[in-house]
Structures are given as C-alpha cells and as structure tokens.
C-alpha cells in the first residue's frame, strides 16, 4: 500500500543547531506539504511544493526550508532552531488542488 | 484568503447520544470542503469532502456534513456516538488551485 512516511518522530535538540525532518511518499503524488500543529492553533501550513524543483511559502515559513529534488521527498529544514519551533509537524501529500491530504503520523521536535 | 472557525474547542457527548460539531468558512467563491480526524499521537485522516453537487454528503465511520451556503456552514454530524470517536475534529476550507485553510479544531469526549 502507498503511504507517508516521517523521520525521525520524535527528536530533541538545542537551540542554534541545524535539524532536517525527512518526509518520504509512495504515492507518487506531486504536491507536498509541511504543517505544524500547537495547541490552540491547529494546523498551520509552513511550506509546500506542487512539483519537482517547486516550493512555496506557506503562512508561517520564517526560520523554515525545504527542496523538492524528487517526487518522493520533501525535507524540511530548521536553519537554526529556536524554542518558538517546538512543535509537532506533519508532511502531507496530494493528488490534485485542493485534494484529499495525506498526511504522516506526525514528528514531535523538542528544542531547548 | 479563505479562513475557517470551529467554535467549539471542546464538546463532551454521552455515548449513543448524537453529535453536531460546527464549522464555519469565509470565502467569497464556492468553496471545497473538508472534515478531517485526529486520534491521538496520529496524523489526520480525511472524513469526508464536499466539492459541488449534493449539499449533504456522506463520509466514512457513519459521520455526515451538510453544505448551507446561506450560512457558511459545513457542520458535521453522526446519529450515534461510539467511544472510539473521541478524537479531534478540523474543518479546512480550500480555494480552486490553492492550498487548505484549517480551523483550530475540536476535541471531542465521549462519556459512557
């Protein structure tokens, strides 16, 4: 079956140093997103990409990037992590736009 | 810009008992709708969609929403609540060729 898969899930680091989650789908879908999750915010769109070479900002993309080198894949990285990025992030892929999302089970960062 | 509010950030249903979890959309064109689940410690799984056509639409679990234009609304329902439904509830809202909008969700408990 296809699915989405996010790594590490859970990862604590410190403030300052550089941090990539991996995002990995079978779907072969072209468009790709990064969401974080906070309590009392719900669900806010960071980056995403619509294709191979393609990315875009999403509402809260300071601090954050990403590179679509393939169809599969879409890291996302903290430059330089700071406490305000503790959060929980989900990578999400779809066939069209807008379209049903799928999301992965989500990786929980920690930044002291 | 679309946006969404979910008014409710809790809602507590006795067990059988029916359910209505409430959603409203700002968005000048028709929009697509969305109403997607939350267990916890997973990611989220899509319920159901509106696109166009019938205003009232089925989803997977037994849930239901209807489309009122007239009010903006997009409110979930399900006849009979079961245990395994307490989880968090978001409605998202997305545009022609554009990325989903998310309310902040509600969690739903279910009391025996």
């Known amino acids: 079956d296809a699915e989405i898969t996010q790594s590490p899930r859970h990862k604590i680091t410190e403030t300052g140093r550089q941090v990539t989650l991996a995002c990995h789908q079978t779907?072969?879908?072209?468009?790709m997103f990064w969401y974080r999750q906070d309590l009392g915010h719900g669900l806010r769109l960071i980056h995403y990409?619509?294709?191979?070479?393609?990315?875009n900002k999403g509402e809260v993309s300071d601090g954050y990037s990403v590179s679509r080198s393939n169809t599969e894949d879409l890291p996302l990285t903290l430059e330089s992590a700071a406490s305000s990025q503790t959060s929980v992030y989900f990578c999400?892929?779809?066939?069209?736009?807008?379209?049903?999302?799928?999301f992965g089970e989500g990786s929980r960062l920690t930044v002291l | 810009a679309q946006s969404v509010t979910q008014p409710d950030i809790h809602i507590t249903v006795s067990e059988g008992a029916s359910l209505e979890l409430r959603c409203n959309y700002s968005?000048?064109?028709?929009?697509?709708l969305f109403w997607y689940v939350q267990s916890p410690g997973q990611g989220l799984q899509l319920l159901l969609k509106?696109?166009?056509?019938?205003?009232l639409v089925q989803g997977i679990k037994g849930f239901e929403a209807e489309f009122k234009r007239s009010q903006s609304s997009f409110n979930l329902r399900k006849p009979s609540v079961h245990w395994s439904d307490a989880a968090e509830y978001f409605c998202a809202v997305g545009a022609r060729y554009s990325t989903l909008t998310f309310g902040k969700g509600t969690m739903l408990l279910v009391s025996p």
């Open positions: 999400a892929s779809s066939e069209t736009i807008p379209g049903e999302l799928f």
């Open positions: 968005y000048g064109a028709t929009p697509y």
């Open positions: 779907w072969n879908h072209n468009n």
């Open positions: 509106y696109f166009s056509g019938d205003t």
């Open positions: 990409s619509y294709g191979v070479q393609d990315t």
